[in-house]
């Protein structure tokens, strides 16, 4: 399983304050600051006003770090005004962790509350900053269907009406359909002259009867049609997205270098770990899922993001609905030791995220998800189940209005 970047900032006030990278937003902060007041008054009247505090924040919405910024800050400037002074969590007599989170009716905010062995948790409401006028988004409905579950690790998959394929660390699984069942057809193993890295990522590839099969410093190919299958050490690009974005993969790390290749050779972005590409019209948008745990969105071209989204995880795809614009980015939650993994249906709006359906649960961690089908209709993921320990392959698809 990736270990997914947190994005917990602490008292001495790590900000994604960067211009360059900001959203395009303008100054307008109410009703947030009236509202990071009403949290710290709520906050001293849960932990009776102590006289030293802790404060912590982690940013799982699309809040723009300016913003963020001066959320933080009136929150610093509340505690202070009422007494209380702000010191490192050893030296607190109470702590609270605040979370800016979201729903669909806007953003919620909650704090946990530690004194001693007594914990508290607060939740705020928050409305959106009201920006310039954006077209509604349509509300779509995410399904998801199992596909197959397993004892050991599935790091890809590809799937028909008649076959099933299984990446998986040691082999290439084939499965054919009979009776509404996936029967075993045969196996193919995969060799390699170096060990795999921690948290093993691969990608999976079947054009017609042709499979390729990524892995960090090997490619393997082979042919459905008769089973047999070449591995050979190599760093060649990957391709991400069904091939609208292909990538160096780092041999001994479980992330992407950050060099592209065709069909944009010689561009650069930050480390990620997954990748989509939306397109609407002539207009081209890509966005990298980094390591850093921020996702930047790039549009048209590569040299500078246009918007950087902190609300999200690793695990990113695009999906070609035929809804709203189009396309859309499906994104996986950030860790959260709280709440199980989830998905959600994004849609991008000029520089503005807005979510587009509600979030569908897993039972586990999520491990991967990969635009499918022929005309990117589906998405592929992968999760690891808490309750049964499987892994699961299962498909996600979307509804328009439902």
Not at 56 to 71: A, K
Not at 311 to 318: H, K, M
Not at 374 to 385: D, I
Request: proline share 5%.
């Amino acid at each position: 399983m990736i270990t997914r970047a947190h994005r917990g900032l602490g008292l001495a006030l790590l900000l994604f304050a960067s211009a360059g990278l900001a959203w395009a937003q303008p100054e307008v902060q109410s009703p947030m600051l009236p509202a990071a007041f009403d949290l710290v008054q709520q906050i001293l009247t849960t932990a009776g006003t102590p006289s030293t505090m802790s404060v912590s924040f982690r940013n799982i919405s699309v809040l723009p770090p300016n913003l963020q910024e001066t959320v933080q800050n009136a929150i610093f400037t509340s505690f202070r005004n009422s007494g209380v002074r702000l010191v490192q969590q050893d030296a607190a007599l109470a702590q609270a962790e605040i979370t800016f989170s979201e729903n669909l009716q806007g953003y919620l905010w909650i704090a946990r509350v530690q004194q001693g062995t007594t914990s508290k948790l607060l939740m705020k409401e928050v409305p959106r900053p009201q920006g310039p006028a954006i077209a509604k988004v349509q509300t779509l409905t995410l399904h998801k269907t199992t596909v197959w579950a397993q004892d050991s690790l599935i790091l890809d998959f590809y799937r028909d009406q008649q076959t099933l394929i299984l990446l998986e660390p040691s082999q290439i699984a084939t499965y054919a359909g009979q009776n509404g069942q996936w029967r075993p057809r045969y196996t193919l193993a995969i060799t390699h002259s170096q060990p795999w890295p921690r948290d093993l990522r691969g990608r999976l590839q079947v054009n017609g009867t042709q499979m390729t099969a990524f892995l960090p410093g090997t490619r393997c190919t082979g042919a459905l049609s008769s089973p047999a299958l070449e591995c050979r050490d190599t760093d060649d690009p990957w391709q991400l997205d069904q091939g609208t974005v292909v990538a160096f993969f780092s041999a001994r790390r479980n992330f992407f270098t950050g060099l592209l290749s065709a069909p944009s050779a010689g561009a650069s972005v930050l480390p990620f770990f997954s990748a989509a590409a939306l397109q609407s019209g002539d207009s081209h948008q890509w966005l990298f899922a980094g390591t850093d745990g921020r996702t930047r969105l790039y549009q048209d071209e590569l040299s500078a993001p246009a918007a950087v989204f902190n609300a999200w995880g690793s695990n990113i795809a695009a999906i070609h609905s035929g809804c709203g614009s189009g396309w859309q980015l499906l994104a996986g939650s950030a860790s959260d030791s709280v709440r199980p993994d989830s998905v959600q249906a994004i849609e991008i709006s000029g520089r503005e995220a807005q979510p587009a359906s509600s979030s569908v649960e897993l039972a586990g961690a999520l491990e991967s998800l990969a635009t499918a089908g022929k005309n990117g209709e589906l998405v592929n993921g992968v999760l690891h189940s808490t309750a049964t320990g499987k892994y699961e392959a299962f498909t996600l698809t979307v509804g328009c209005g439902e």
